[in-house]
């Protein structure tokens, strides 16, 4: 299929702003997709090469790119720097220079997307001495067979800035439409994609082999699966309500989650929360999991918590200073880390994921052999209520968030916030009612003080039903100044000219900048109340929100739920 084939439904998904508009460009355009190009047109959708987890890193500067497109153009770099000086775009002025392409003795047709694929994976591979050029040359090669509108994208691509506003879900409902005829169906989607979140392995399996294929999908080792979430309630008596009898808690630790895998042949990779893979931040955590952990192959999770000399626990902050690319063998002992195993998701060839809470401790317990940066999560198993609060008031004394209350016959609902975990944490008990992790969609200019940078960010929460974002919040207390002063710097790369499709804000929250939904904070807040200017769960906001810190852990679908909002309201 040719490139420019996509390159015209960009065009299409870059005018909308609309979401069901855009799951029925997408759907329409899916159908007319080759089955050998499904996987990779997916990918592209995303503005990705490869799923998530397998971080594809391009490694091209803007420096680069604009080197690329001087050479594909035959004009000089001096040139093209001033285009991208009027145009202030790598995309607008790879389109500029290629529009008037030089000749070329040999015709060199056009782009594939299959070509574009090959070329951009060879790009990938390069590293070393010498390779800079060669990424260059690689590049090159497809500005050449591109047209100028498919400069344009592509330069976006290996940049990593393209923003159609498409998300992960937004894929899956359209290929849900495509290829089953029926939006509903997209919850046999959801199902696979929750055990293998990889869009190019779901449209490729629905594509070939339909719904039935889809369900022959199993666990994977070394492909993430999508973690399993808790539930919030507000009383005590609420959590022996869905959970009655004998029931387990664990410590809610304030640290990063993990899901580590080890295969067969004894490599450990490490993902984080939204399913990144992060083996390279942790060499010191592969090291214990590979001497600790008695087993062939496995799949845990665990909390990843910052640790001083004397073993006790840090705060998030402090952990957060290990998300690092260099100097990583400085900060493994400035910043030592503990990881609290909680789960078990497979076993040596077995699948856990439907199996019993009780049955996988149980096997947890068999398998580690706990020591100071590698242990298991603290519990007890009871039907007291005062048993659980004494618990609970103990892992407050740990510094702890709060506690997490499972259910002993529950099963690992992957990508799911099922009743089989509950949390109960420690702002319930204080006046503010919880912590919100929102994602940032716009911002307001300050004035005053806060003259010259954004004085308030506007939040939103996730709709899943609608797969959109709503907004719930104006949030300015809490950033400090030099929070703002770096806001720019963090957000503006995610900023877009018109409202992002998957957005719903009323007039009266229109922001002075629009941003792709990728940003989250945690917020806490004091009440939730009505109100005719926020579209969350049609019209609830937060009182009094206050920002904590950036969760770059997370992102955007992984926001606070609007359902779960709704939920908090009507308690
Ligand atoms: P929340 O992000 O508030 O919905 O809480 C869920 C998060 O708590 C999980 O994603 C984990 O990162 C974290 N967590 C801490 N301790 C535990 C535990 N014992 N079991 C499960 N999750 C835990």
């Known amino acids: 299929m040719d490139f420019d084939k996509l390159v015209d439904v960009y065009e299409e998904l870059e005018k909308t702003s609309s979401g069901n508009q855009m799951r029925e460009i997408l759907s329409d355009f899916f159908k007319t997709v080759p089955k050998d190009d499904i996987a990779l047109v997916s990918y592209l959708t995303l503005g990705q090469i490869s799923s998530e987890f397998e971080s594809a890193v391009l490694g091209l500067a803007e420096k680069t790119v604009l080197k690329a497109i001087a050479s594909a153009g035959a004009i000089s770099i001096k040139k093209v720097k001033e285009i991208m000086h009027s145009k202030g775009d790598v995309g607008l002025t790879a389109e500029k220079v290629l529009q008037k392409k030089p000749q070329t003795l040999i015709p060199i047709g056009k782009l594939t997307i299959h070509d574009l694929f090959d070329t951009l994976h060879k790009i990938v591979k390069l590293s070393g001495t010498g390779s800079q050029d060669k990424k260059t040359q690689l590049l090159v090669s497809v500005l050449q067979k591109a047209s100028s509108k498919g400069a344009k994208y592509l330069s976006r691509i290996v940049l990593g800035t393209?923003?159609?506003?498409?998300?992960?879900?937004?894929?899956?409902?359209?290929?849900?439409i495509a290829f089953t005829g029926e939006k509903k169906n997209k919850e046999h989607l959801e199902r696979a994609y929750n055990?293998?979140?990889?869009?190019?392995?779901?449209?490729?399996?629905?594509?070939?082999?339909g719904l039935k294929g889809l369900e022959k999908i199993q666990v994977h080792?070394?492909?993430?699966?999508?973690?399993?979430?808790?539930?919030?309630?507000?009383?005590?008596?609420?959590?022996v309500k869905k959970i009655p009898g004998t029931l387990a808690a664990e410590g809610?630790?304030?640290?990063?989650?993990?899901?580590?895998?080890?295969?067969?042949?004894?490599?450990?990779?490490?993902?984080?929360?939204?399913?990144?893979?992060?083996?390279?931040q942790f060499p010191d955590l592969v090291e214990y999991i590979q001497k600790q952990i008695n087993a062939k192959e496995f799949i845990i999770e665990a909390e990843i918590l910052a640790i001083d000399k004397e073993g006790k626990h840090l705060p998030f902050q402090t952990l957060m200073?290990?998300?690092?690319?260099?100097?990583?063998?400085?900060?493994?002992?400035?910043?030592?880390?503990q990881a609290k195993i909680f789960e078990l998701l497979y076993l040596d060839g077995k699948s856990y994921l439907n199996e019993s809470y009780k049955e996988r401790i149980k096997q947890i317990e068999k398998i580690v052999k706990k020591g100071k940066h590698l242990t298991t999560a603290d519990r007890i198993i009871t039907d007291d209520v005062e048993e659980l609060k004494k618990f609970f008031s103990e892992m407050l004394d740990d510094k702890q968030e709060g506690i997490m209350i499972k259910s002993l016959e529950g099963v690992y609902q992957a990508g799911t916030r099922g009743w089989n975990w509950i949390k109960w944490k420690k702002d319930y008990s204080q006046d503010m009612i919880d912590t919100f992790d929102l994602v940032v969609i716009g911002a307001f200019y300050g004035?005053?003080?806060?003259?010259?940078?954004?004085?308030?960010?506007?939040?939103?929460?996730?709709?899943?039903?609608?797969?959109?974002?709503?907004?719930?919040?104006?949030?300015?207390?809490?950033?400090?100044?030099?929070m703002l002063a770096s806001l720019p710097g963090k957000l503006d790369g995610d900023k877009v000219k018109i409202k992002p499709a998957r957005v719903i804000a009323k007039k009266e929250m229109e922001p002075d900048v629009w941003f792709t939904p990728t940003i989250i904070v945690e917020v806490?807040?004091?009440?939730?109340?009505?109100?005719?200017?926020?579209?969350?769960?049609?019209?609830?906001?937060?009182?009094?929100?206050?920002f904590l810190h950036f969760r770059d852990d997370k992102k955007a679908?992984?926001?606070?739920?609007s359902e779960e909002v709704k939920d908090m309201f009507e308690k």
């Open 252 to 280: 809610k630790y304030d640290g990063e989650r993990v899901q580590a895998h080890k295969t067969k042949s004894g490599e450990i990779m490490l993902f984080s929360r939204r399913l990144e893979n992060i083996t390279d």
């Open 221 to 239: 080792v070394s492909r993430p699966i999508k973690m399993m979430l808790a539930q919030r309630v507000k009383e005590w008596e609420e959590v």
């Open 195 to 209: 055990i293998c979140p990889d869009v190019g392995v779901i449209a490729e399996t629905l594509a070939r082999d």
């Open 557 to 561: 679908e992984q926001a606070t739920t």
């Open 162 to 176: 393209l923003r159609m506003g498409a998300g992960d879900m937004t894929v899956i409902d359209s290929l849900a």
């Open 524 to 546: 806490l807040a004091a009440e939730i109340t009505k109100s005719p200017f926020h579209s969350c769960a049609s019209g609830l906001a937060l009182r009094f929100p206050r």
């Open 447 to 482: 004035r005053g003080k806060r003259h010259g940078t954004y004085g308030a960010l506007l939040c939103a929460t996730y709709n899943t039903k609608n797969d959109t974002f709503e907004t719930i919040c104006k949030l300015g207390t809490g950033l400090t100044d030099e």
């Open 321 to 337: 200073q290990r998300r690092r690319k260099y100097d990583i063998e400085e900060y493994i002992k400035k910043i030592p880390v």
